[in-house]
């Protein structure tokens, strides 16, 4: 009785996240100038639309710009972490990377409320500045589990036997534990980039007139204008994402790096 019900819940689930995107690609090939479905015909209009749109262009590069350093930091203050939890003799190991982990937990509003409080009107630091340290924080997260997940599926061994053999701890750290990090730091850097480039709540709460990201910068066009034009942008994010996805899958392996996670 509970596979029927089961299965049942997981079509409604995939229908629910399916649906809602296949409108989206369909209206974005229409050859109508409103957001209809179905759509007026089929055409790339609206693609070659929004890849001449001046704002999307320099919001997509600042969004990238702030997901690059967002995810360089984390994973400079997320390595470290990892290699102290799973391999040190850290004290309190579980409430270092619960704290780690907390950005998760925390509604993403209530840390951008905390960053324009204390951040811009506290310290007075600027937009991109105060965006930059929220990105981090949230990356941080992804830093620390997955590279975390990679660790774990490691033999501490291997460490071990290069430490006796004469090894100082930054040849063995470069020789034996960044190869067996490296899929780990690649996953989390590419899930890093993709979360960041498309967050909206935080840069929504922290955008200013001089830095501005795409999805809020997509957000203000739909307020203003009904034209299919964010749905092509939509989707060539999307494909970009999907691509992104099975570049990862084919040369790292997401599964055997997941796969560390419940270990």
């Known amino acids: 009785m509970k596979r029927p019900i089961t299965a049942a819940l997981a079509v409604i689930g995939y229908v629910i996240m399916i649906v809602p995107i296949i409108f989206v690609v369909a209206t974005a090939f229409t050859a109508g100038s409103t957001l209809r479905f179905p759509p007026d015909g089929i055409s790339l209009r609206w693609f070659d639309e929004a890849l001449g749109y001046e704002p999307f262009?320099?919001?997509?590069?600042?969004?990238?710009?702030?997901?690059?350093?967002?995810?360089?930091?984390?994973?400079?203050?997320?390595?470290?972490?990892?290699?102290?939890?799973?391999?040190?003799k850290l004290p309190g190991k579980g409430l270092v990377e619960g704290l780690f982990l907390s950005p998760l937990i925390v509604p993403e509003l209530v840390v951008g409320l905390a960053l324009f409080q204390q951040l811009m009107v506290g310290l007075g630091l600027d937009n991109f500045s105060t965006l930059l340290v929220g990105h981090t924080a949230l990356m941080l997260p992804y830093a620390v589990r997955v590279t975390?997940?990679?660790?774990?599926?490691?033999?501490?061994?291997?460490?071990?036997?290069?430490?006796?053999?004469?090894?100082?701890?930054?040849?063995?750290?470069?020789?034996?534990?960044?190869?067996?990090?490296?899929?780990?730091?690649?996953?989390?850097g590419l899930l890093s980039v993709v979360t960041s480039f498309n967050n909206v709540p935080l840069s929504l709460l922290l955008q200013g007139r001089d830095f501005r990201t795409l999805?809020?910068?997509?957000?203000?066009?739909?307020?203003?204008?009904?034209?299919?034009?964010?749905?092509?942008?939509?989707?060539?994010?999307?494909?970009?994402?999907?691509?992104?996805?099975?570049?990862?899958?084919?040369?790292?392996?997401?599964?055997?790096?997941?796969?560390?996670?419940?270990?």
Not at 153 to 166: F, H, M, N, T, Y
Not at 225 to 230: A, H, I, L, T
Not at 231 to 252: D, G, N, P, Q
Request: cysteine-free.
């Open 148 to 188: 975390g997940a990679s660790l774990a599926l490691a033999d501490p061994v291997l460490e071990e036997a290069a430490r006796g053999l004469g090894a100082s701890p930054l040849r063995a750290f470069f020789n034996v534990t960044l190869p067996v990090l490296r899929p780990g730091i690649f996953s989390a």
């Open 215 to 263: 999805p809020v910068t997509m957000l203000d066009y739909v307020q203003q204008s009904y034209d299919p034009m964010v749905a092509a942008a939509s989707t060539l994010i999307l494909a970009a994402t999907v691509v992104i996805a099975v570049i990862a899958e084919r040369t790292v392996g997401f599964a055997k790096i997941f796969g560390g996670i419940n270990q």
């Open 57 to 88: 262009i320099e919001a997509a590069i600042s969004s990238l710009e702030l997901a690059v350093l967002a995810t360089a930091l984390a994973l400079l203050l997320g390595v470290p972490v990892t290699l102290a939890v799973h391999r040190g």
